[in-house]
């Protein structure tokens, strides 16, 4: 089908996530039809630079021969068999190996299928605990301008009103605090002795707009919890998998949360998968007979997948030597250097970075939407990029180069003295 006739039937048929579909229907779309290495290709042939890895996900770049030759060998075995009442050979050995590679103490594995449901899978875990224990905690505490993902619980978490204003009513309320030490420490004062549980996003909020959370903050609120008997739930569906210059986010603090959410990179960005790891703690809250009705009552279809898992198994080995996450850090340090100079720009309010998560706040221009003049004026030049607001994001896949890098700093520039007032 050629470019013409896919739009069409994009436009009569496909409504977008998170997508003015108003504004999406008056102009002409990008569609991608292929990729190879750190580029997609659409349907016209053209090449750009993938520099938010697919919605924060990819992580080897494109057609990464190592995953896609995992992803044929499965299929030639089973793509999908179900995990309750069975179990299937690429999830058991996945789930050994995320327990080996996390931050020690979380040995269990609940698979699930997107970011929001290993949050909302680790805030149940949490509540039922809480239920079981007999201590009875209901009440969550959350970072101001959270971003947990779309489903119903994970938005009572969320804290960003364009997005989760409108479900108010059905929604259950949550104690809200800056990532602040001083916040941290108020808000336990006040709330740490019914609290079910603390959620954040180690290290730094992405959708928050890359908001980077003061060095001890995660450690801080680690003790905090173990003090006032309160769950820690890191969500590191963003942080995880390589993206801030350890494999999880929580290393750098030496930090195990009680609970611990990956999704996005945890396939390599190639298939949908999440998990939501626990301790032997919580899992044994969980274990009795059937008529004590301890059992966590929770699963989907795709729970697991055979295809995804074997994804994700390829994708883990490519860490496994050590030499990828020394390059990301020699990378980023490079990265972070090449943005200094587009830090000086009198349009750019504040560059915040962690690894290679990337936030560019813009000054905000009335009446302008210039996160998005910007993305569209980098796409003319051949690179995909997504803002949040007036924050232009750079995220690109651990597969980026210097080169590339370069590249994607340059093409910011160049749009940003284009498109800025
Ligand atoms: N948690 C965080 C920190 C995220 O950044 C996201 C998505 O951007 C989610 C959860 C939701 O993930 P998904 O879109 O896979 O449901």
Do not use: I, K, Q
């Given at each position: 089908m050629d470019t013409e006739a896919l739009t069409a039937i994009d436009k009569r048929h496909l409504w977008h996530p998170f997508t003015p579909m108003r504004v999406w229907l008056d102009e002409q779309p990008l569609i991608i039809a292929a990729a190879e290495g750190n580029e997609l290709i659409d349907t016209d042939g053209r090449r750009y630079l993938d520099g938010v890895s697919s919605l924060w996900?990819?992580?080897?770049?494109?057609?990464?021969p190592a995953i896609d030759a995992a992803i044929r060998a499965q299929l030639d075995r089973v793509a999908h068999s179900t995990l309750l009442g069975l179990a299937s050979v690429p999830s058991i050995e996945l789930a050994g190996k995320l327990a080996f590679v996390?931050?020690?103490?979380?040995?269990k594995v609940f698979y699930s299928d997107s970011g929001s449901t290993a949050v909302e899978i680790a805030l149940k875990i949490a509540f039922q605990a809480h239920q079981l224990r007999g201590t009875k905690r209901t009440k969550f505490l959350v970072l101001d301008n959270?971003?947990?993902?779309?489903?119903i619980g994970s938005v009572s978490l969320g804290g960003i009103d364009l997005f989760h204003q409108i479900f108010q009513p059905l929604l259950f309320n949550t104690v809200r605090l800056q990532p602040t030490i001083e916040a941290l420490e108020a808000a336990f004062s006040e709330h740490g002795a019914d609290a079910a549980a603390l959620v954040v996003e180690p290290l730094i909020q992405g959708a928050a707009g890359m908001l980077v959370q003061p060095v001890g903050f995660l450690a801080r609120a680690r003790s905090l919890c173990d003090t006032h008997g309160v769950l820690l739930i890191c969500d590191?569906?963003?942080?995880?998998?390589?993206?801030?210059?350890?494999?999880?986010?929580c290393e750098q603090e030496g930090v195990t949360p009680d609970l611990m959410c990956v999704a996005k990179g945890i396939s390599g960005g190639y298939l949908p998968l999440a998990a939501t790891l626990a301790t032997d703690a919580l899992f044994d809250?969980?274990?009795?007979?059937?008529?004590?009705?301890?059992?966590?009552?929770h699963g989907h279809?795709?729970?697991?997948?055979p295809l995804a898992c074997a994804a994700a198994l390829a994708s883990l080995a490519l860490f496994e030597d050590g030499s990828l996450m020394n390059r990301v850090r020699s990378n980023a340090a490079h990265l972070g250097n090449r943005l200094e100079k587009l830090?000086?720009?009198?349009?750019?309010r504040e560059i915040r970075r962690r690894g290679l998560m990337v936030g560019i706040e813009l000054h905000p221009a009335e009446g302008r939407r210039l996160g998005l003049e910007v993305c569209r004026a980098v796409r003319d030049k051949g690179v995909i990029l997504r803002p949040l607001g007036d924050v232009i994001v750079l995220m690109p896949p651990l597969s980026f180069g210097p080169v590339e890098l370069d590249r994607l700093v340059e093409v910011v520039h160049e749009a940003i003295d284009e498109v800025c007032p």
């Open positions: 996900c990819n992580v080897h770049g494109h057609r990464h996390a931050p020690p103490g979380l040995t959270a971003y947990h993902g779309d489903t590191e569906v963003a942080t995880g998998f390589g993206r801030t210059g350890t494999l999880f986010a809250t969980f274990l009795g007979a059937p008529a004590e009705r301890l059992t966590f009552f279809t795709y729970t697991g997948n830090g000086t720009l009198p349009r750019v």
